[in-house]
């Protein structure tokens, strides 16, 4: 939509469509007014017809919200979809924050051109800072598929997302919604939105889900920031793009986090699969994998650690952190292990995605995935993070990752998509026929046995 307006003179920002029962679609969305002060806007379709939807119609009477009292004009931001409360009316929530307590204030409509402020807040957490993007769906405790927005009842739980405006990363928590309340609490305090779990432990933001209802699926959709220079990006021409759409639904096994997966339909640009099955990766070994090209792939891969080896270990404090102990290049006995991805022929370029196994005192082990940036480019004016985090690992689960390759892009996935990395390269010399794929163990102990299919990727064409 186009600044046009005196309330979006200063921008268009977030919003989000809902789907009326007569098959109608509203957007709400931010507009930064001509005195930047943050509101909320109402759109309809021009030609509800149209399947792409380009054109939009903006209600004359807008905006529909201001910001409310006690809440700073400039902290007021990204609606919801909306979803039906017990009385029937529509609810949506915002994204704000009081002091430095990140907050999502709670407004109910008939309409969506008049709105109800509830008394308290959907959810707040102290510390967080503004809350960005909220996102507020139901997910199912038994089924695989996802949930309207709508849904409710015993055999659910709700996630509360924010995008943290203070660190610019994606937090997410499972909870209980109380919808006679328009409240929700978090099933476990420790794990809330914002200093739990992330949907991403990459460079993943300002994420949004919607309910696929021809496919029975809630998708998330992502923005992937530029890591580069401002220059760099004017002399490319663009900035910035969206991740693969995936699935999200309650990890069954676990129960305590969600799960994501890239969408069925990125299979349908697979071609030309590579299988390379029992391979054995000694202690200190790297392993070419010979394809044809290797700047778009699709990487599926179990591993299995040589279980002798890790019973003979000794266990130790575990305290490793995949941002701060060296990456793939420091070594422990069982571990980093996997694919050193976009990598130049020498390694002079690579981005190595990787598993880190530790042995705790009491014989535990713990897993930790993680994605290498550090050589990732010869450039020096990009960022080269090392990034990841603990993945949970259950009895009788082989290590298991998914790496979508993507001549920049890199997303990967461990263990189903428990633990999902996104990571933005710039290589200068691994690129198109010059990039190659490599099997790596840099465990100083433990040989691993890899069983990998790899596909040849092609471009989408939308």
């Known amino acids: 939509m186009e600044t046009d307006q005196w309330y979006d003179e200063q921008g268009v920002w977030t919003g989000s469509a809902t789907i009326l029962p007569n098959g109608e679609l509203v957007v709400l969305y931010t507009g930064s007014t001509n005195e930047s002060v943050q509101v909320q806007n109402l759109a309809y379709p021009a030609d509800p017809s149209d399947p792409l939807l380009i054109n939009w119609v903006k209600y004359p009477g807008n905006p529909v919200l201001v910001p409310p009292p006690g809440i700073d004009s400039k902290d007021f931001r990204d609606p919801t979809t909306a979803w039906k409360t017990p009385e029937g009316k529509w609810r949506i929530t915002i994204g704000s924050m009081l002091n430095k307590t990140g907050i999502s204030l709670v407004y109910d409509t008939e309409d969506f051109k008049t709105f109800e402020l509830l008394d308290g807040l959907l959810h707040a957490v102290p510390g967080t800072g503004m809350w960005e993007c909220v996102d507020f769906y139901p997910i199912s405790k038994q089924d695989e598929n996802g949930l309207d927005t709508s849904v409710d009842g015993p055999g659910v739980k709700h996630i509360v997302k924010a995008s943290m405006d203070d660190d610019r990363n994606d937090y997410y928590a499972i909870g209980t919604y109380d919808a006679y309340n328009g409240k929700w609490t978090p099933d476990n305090p420790t794990l809330d939105v914002g200093i739990g779990l992330r949907y991403d432990y990459g460079i993943y933001y300002a994420s949004k889900t919607f309910y696929d209802q021809n496919k029975a699926r809630r998708v998330v959709w992502s923005w992937i920031k530029e890591t580069d220079t401002e220059t760099s990006d004017i002399k490319k021409g663009w900035a910035s793009l969206m991740g693969v759409p995936r699935t999200v639904v309650l990890d069954k096994k676990t129960q305590s986090n969600i799960v ?40 599926v891969a179990e591993f299995e650690l040589d279980k002798a080896t890790v019973l003979r270990l000794n266990g130790a404090d575990v305290a490793y952190d995949c941002s701060k102990n060296g990456g793939a290049a420091q ?18 370029e690579h981005t190595p995605v990787y598993f880190y196994v530790a042995k705790a005192v009491n014989g535990d082990l713990k897993t930790f995935f993680c994605a290498d940036q550090s050589r990732s480019s010869t450039a020096g004016d990009v960022d080269k993070s090392i990034y990841g985090n603990i993945v949970p690992v259950l009895k009788g689960e082989k290590l298991s990752m998914r790496i979508l390759v993507d001549h920049s892009i890199v997303e990967s996935f461990a263990q189903e998509g428990r633990t999902c990395i996104t990571s933005r390269v710039y290589p200068t010399k691994a690129i198109y026929n010059n990039a190659k794929l490599f099997l790596f163990n840099n465990a100083t102990a433990a040989r691993v046995t890899a069983s990998v299919n790899v596909w040849q990727m092609k471009s989408a064409h939308i």
């Not at 699969?273 to 699709?298: C, H, K, M, Y």
């Open 331 to 348: 070594r422990g006995a069982l571990g980093p292990f996997g694919f050193s991805v976009l990598a130049h022929e020498g390694l002079i």
């Open 260 to 299: 994501q997966w890239p969408v069925e339909e990125i299979n349908g640009l697979r071609s030309n699969v590579t299988v390379f099955r029992n391979v054995v990766v000694e202690a200190g070994s790297l392993i070419p994998l010979n394809l044809p090209a290797s700047s778009q792939l699709d990487i």
